[in-house]
Protein backbone atom coordinates (compact mmCIF):
# COMPACT_ATOMS: atom_id res chain seq x y z
CA UNK A 1 0.00 0.00 0.00
CA UNK A 2 1.43 3.22 -1.11
CA UNK A 3 1.38 6.33 1.38
CA UNK A 4 2.50 6.93 4.42
CA UNK A 5 1.76 5.15 7.75
CA UNK A 6 0.46 5.94 11.29
CA UNK A 7 4.29 3.97 12.38
CA UNK A 8 6.05 6.56 9.62
CA UNK A 9 4.36 9.62 10.90
CA UNK A 10 5.04 8.50 14.69
CA UNK A 11 8.99 7.74 13.69
CA UNK A 12 8.78 11.61 12.10
CA UNK A 13 6.90 12.93 15.12
CA UNK A 14 9.87 11.19 17.58
CA UNK A 15 12.49 12.71 15.66
CA UNK A 16 10.66 15.87 15.65
CA UNK A 17 10.31 15.94 19.28
CA UNK A 18 13.71 14.85 20.41
CA UNK A 19 15.34 17.72 17.71
CA UNK A 20 13.06 20.36 19.21
CA UNK A 21 13.67 19.53 23.33
CA UNK A 22 17.19 18.96 22.40
CA UNK A 23 17.11 22.86 21.17
CA UNK A 24 15.37 23.59 24.46
CA UNK A 25 17.80 21.77 26.89
CA UNK A 26 21.09 23.13 24.67
CA UNK A 27 19.98 26.19 23.45
CA UNK A 28 23.19 28.36 25.05
CA UNK A 29 25.70 25.49 23.51
CA UNK A 30 24.25 25.26 19.95
CA UNK A 31 25.25 27.44 17.05
CA UNK A 32 22.60 29.31 14.98
CA UNK A 33 22.51 26.82 12.23
CA UNK A 34 21.82 23.70 14.09
CA UNK A 35 19.08 25.33 16.02
CA UNK A 36 17.46 26.58 12.50
CA UNK A 37 17.54 22.92 11.45
CA UNK A 38 16.39 21.25 14.97
CA UNK A 39 13.65 23.70 15.43
CA UNK A 40 12.35 23.72 11.95
CA UNK A 41 11.99 19.83 11.79
CA UNK A 42 10.51 19.92 15.54
CA UNK A 43 7.68 22.01 14.27
CA UNK A 44 6.17 18.88 12.26
CA UNK A 45 5.76 16.94 15.75
CA UNK A 46 2.80 18.49 17.41
CA UNK A 47 0.67 18.34 13.71
CA UNK A 48 1.54 14.83 13.89
CA UNK A 49 0.13 14.44 17.29
CA UNK A 50 -3.32 15.88 16.80
CA UNK A 51 -3.88 14.40 13.70
CA UNK A 52 -2.87 10.73 15.10
CA UNK A 53 -4.73 11.68 18.26
CA UNK A 54 -8.03 12.07 16.20
CA UNK A 55 -7.18 9.12 14.53
CA UNK A 56 -7.16 6.96 17.07
CA UNK A 57 -10.20 8.67 18.77
CA UNK A 58 -11.70 7.13 15.80
CA UNK A 59 -10.28 3.89 15.85
CA UNK A 60 -10.62 3.02 19.94
CA UNK A 61 -12.83 0.64 21.47
CA UNK A 62 -12.52 2.06 24.63
CA UNK A 63 -12.30 6.09 25.23
CA UNK A 64 -11.77 5.63 29.00
CA UNK A 65 -8.96 3.35 28.51
CA UNK A 66 -7.42 5.65 25.90
CA UNK A 67 -7.84 8.71 28.15
CA UNK A 68 -6.15 6.66 30.93
CA UNK A 69 -3.55 6.05 29.52
CA UNK A 70 -2.56 9.74 28.33
CA UNK A 71 -3.40 10.95 32.06
CA UNK A 72 -1.16 8.41 33.34
CA UNK A 73 1.91 9.25 30.73
CA UNK A 74 0.98 12.89 31.35
CA UNK A 75 1.41 12.87 35.16
CA UNK A 76 4.87 10.48 34.80
CA UNK A 77 6.22 12.87 32.31
CA UNK A 78 5.87 15.93 33.91
CA UNK A 79 8.92 15.24 36.05
CA UNK A 80 11.24 15.05 33.97
CA UNK A 81 9.62 17.83 31.60
CA UNK A 82 9.34 20.22 34.80
CA UNK A 83 13.02 19.78 35.88
CA UNK A 84 14.49 20.15 32.27
CA UNK A 85 12.02 21.87 29.75
CA UNK A 86 9.29 24.54 31.53
CA UNK A 87 7.21 24.93 34.62
CA UNK A 88 3.71 24.48 32.35
CA UNK A 89 1.94 21.24 31.82
CA UNK A 90 3.51 18.97 29.23
CA UNK A 91 2.27 18.34 25.75
CA UNK A 92 0.29 14.48 26.78
CA UNK A 93 -1.69 16.69 28.82
CA UNK A 94 -2.83 19.24 25.96
CA UNK A 95 -3.26 16.30 24.36
CA UNK A 96 -5.93 14.66 26.77
CA UNK A 97 -7.68 18.13 26.66
CA UNK A 98 -7.95 17.81 23.28
CA UNK A 99 -9.27 14.22 23.26
CA UNK A 100 -12.18 15.58 26.11
CA UNK A 101 -13.09 17.87 23.26
CA UNK A 102 -13.68 15.45 20.33
CA UNK A 103 -15.66 13.20 22.85
CA UNK A 104 -17.95 16.05 24.21
CA UNK A 105 -18.16 17.02 20.56
CA UNK A 106 -19.63 13.58 19.51
CA UNK A 107 -21.82 13.01 22.43
CA UNK A 108 -23.15 16.50 24.11
CA UNK A 109 -26.78 17.18 22.38
CA UNK A 110 -26.77 20.73 23.37
CA UNK A 111 -24.63 22.63 20.75
CA UNK A 112 -24.44 25.15 22.99
CA UNK A 113 -23.35 23.47 25.90
CA UNK A 114 -20.77 21.97 23.85
CA UNK A 115 -19.04 24.92 22.77
CA UNK A 116 -19.60 26.31 26.54
CA UNK A 117 -17.56 23.47 27.65
CA UNK A 118 -15.01 23.63 24.88
CA UNK A 119 -13.99 26.82 25.80
CA UNK A 120 -13.54 25.78 29.14
CA UNK A 121 -11.27 23.65 28.23
CA UNK A 122 -9.28 25.60 26.16
CA UNK A 123 -8.98 27.96 28.04
CA UNK A 124 -7.55 25.69 30.86
CA UNK A 125 -5.17 24.58 27.41
CA UNK A 126 -3.08 28.13 28.00
CA UNK A 127 -1.68 26.41 31.36
CA UNK A 128 0.25 23.27 29.30
CA UNK A 129 2.64 23.19 26.16
CA UNK A 130 1.25 24.37 22.76
CA UNK A 131 -1.62 26.77 25.07
CA UNK A 132 -5.01 27.14 23.33
CA UNK A 133 -3.74 26.41 19.68
CA UNK A 134 -3.37 22.40 20.39
CA UNK A 135 -6.97 21.77 21.13
CA UNK A 136 -8.18 24.12 18.47
CA UNK A 137 -5.80 22.10 16.10
CA UNK A 138 -7.44 19.11 17.67
CA UNK A 139 -11.58 20.19 17.31
CA UNK A 140 -10.72 21.31 13.45
CA UNK A 141 -9.33 17.96 12.62
CA UNK A 142 -12.70 16.54 14.05
CA UNK A 143 -15.41 18.83 12.74
CA UNK A 144 -14.25 19.67 9.09
CA UNK A 145 -15.76 17.73 6.76
CA UNK A 146 -13.06 17.68 3.76
CA UNK A 147 -10.09 15.78 4.39
CA UNK A 148 -7.69 18.10 2.42
CA UNK A 149 -9.44 20.97 4.41
CA UNK A 150 -9.21 19.33 8.06
CA UNK A 151 -5.72 18.96 7.56
CA UNK A 152 -4.55 22.54 5.95
CA UNK A 153 -6.49 24.76 7.81
CA UNK A 154 -5.54 23.62 11.23
CA UNK A 155 -2.33 23.68 10.35
CA UNK A 156 -2.48 27.57 9.45
CA UNK A 157 -3.12 27.89 12.85
CA UNK A 158 0.14 27.91 14.24
CA UNK A 159 1.89 29.22 11.12
CA UNK A 160 -0.77 32.81 11.68
CA UNK A 161 -0.49 33.11 15.08
CA UNK A 162 2.65 32.09 16.08
CA UNK A 163 4.89 32.42 12.67
CA UNK A 164 3.97 35.30 11.16
CA UNK A 165 4.51 37.29 14.53
CA UNK A 166 7.48 35.70 15.37
CA UNK A 167 8.63 36.35 11.81
CA UNK A 168 7.52 40.05 11.89
CA UNK A 169 9.50 40.31 15.60
CA UNK A 170 12.67 39.04 13.36
CA UNK A 171 12.86 41.07 10.59
CA UNK A 172 11.87 43.81 13.22
CA UNK A 173 15.30 43.60 15.35
CA UNK A 174 16.92 41.49 12.61
CA UNK A 175 17.89 39.57 15.80
CA UNK A 176 19.12 35.87 14.65
CA UNK A 177 18.00 34.45 17.58
CA UNK A 178 14.41 34.89 16.90
CA UNK A 179 14.39 33.05 13.73
CA UNK A 180 14.09 29.52 14.80
CA UNK A 181 11.02 30.41 16.82
CA UNK A 182 10.11 31.76 13.32
CA UNK A 183 10.77 28.27 11.80
CA UNK A 184 9.25 26.49 14.02
CA UNK A 185 5.91 26.74 13.20
CA UNK A 186 6.48 28.05 9.36
CA UNK A 187 8.48 25.58 8.01
CA UNK A 188 7.37 22.22 10.59
CA UNK A 189 3.88 23.27 10.28
CA UNK A 190 3.67 23.61 6.59
CA UNK A 191 6.13 20.54 6.15
CA UNK A 192 3.61 18.42 7.60
CA UNK A 193 0.64 18.74 5.50
CA UNK A 194 1.87 16.62 2.44
CA UNK A 195 3.04 14.37 5.00
CA UNK A 196 -0.70 13.85 6.47
CA UNK A 197 -2.14 14.03 3.40
CA UNK A 198 0.01 11.55 2.18
CA UNK A 199 -1.22 9.12 5.27
CA UNK A 200 -2.81 6.41 3.56
CA UNK A 201 -4.62 4.91 6.86
CA UNK A 202 -3.00 1.93 7.74
CA UNK A 203 -1.08 1.41 11.17
CA UNK A 204 1.73 0.09 9.59
CA UNK A 205 4.27 -1.33 12.66
CA UNK A 206 2.72 -1.32 15.97
CA UNK A 207 4.07 0.61 18.34
CA UNK A 208 1.25 1.47 20.99
CA UNK A 209 3.86 2.26 23.76
CA UNK A 210 6.84 3.74 22.17
CA UNK A 211 5.82 7.22 22.05
CA UNK A 212 4.65 7.27 25.62
CA UNK A 213 7.30 6.05 27.01
CA UNK A 214 9.88 7.82 25.01
CA UNK A 215 8.33 11.38 26.10
CA UNK A 216 9.48 11.02 29.02
CA UNK A 217 12.65 9.16 28.76
CA UNK A 218 14.03 11.50 26.22
CA UNK A 219 13.62 14.23 28.27
CA UNK A 220 14.91 12.46 31.58
CA UNK A 221 18.23 11.85 28.73
CA UNK A 222 18.98 15.04 27.46
CA UNK A 223 18.37 16.69 30.85
CA UNK A 224 20.66 14.54 32.37
CA UNK A 225 23.32 14.81 29.82
CA UNK A 226 23.04 18.91 30.20
CA UNK A 227 24.15 18.72 33.86
CA UNK A 228 26.30 15.43 34.06
CA UNK A 229 28.71 16.72 30.78
CA UNK A 230 28.25 20.52 31.28
CA UNK A 231 27.62 21.06 34.74
CA UNK A 232 24.46 22.82 34.02
CA UNK A 233 21.25 21.89 35.73
CA UNK A 234 19.26 25.18 34.81
CA UNK A 235 15.91 24.59 33.43
CA UNK A 236 16.04 24.55 29.03
CA UNK A 237 14.86 27.99 27.15
Not at 180 to 199: D, E, R, S
Request: charged letters at 10%; a positive charge; glycine letters at 10%.
Amino acid sequence: MRGVSSFTLKVVAIVGMTFNHACYIFYPYLPAEALLLLFGFGGLTFPIMAFLLVEGYHHTSNIKRYAGRLLAFALVSQVPYGLFLAHNLNVLFTLLIGLGILYLYDTMESRGGFWLAAAALVTASALCDWGIIGPLMILMMRAIPDRRQRIVLPLLVPILGNGLPALSDYMAAFDPALLPFALYPLLGCTATIPLLLAYNGSRGRPMKWLFYAYYPAHILVLGLAKGLLLGDWTLGL
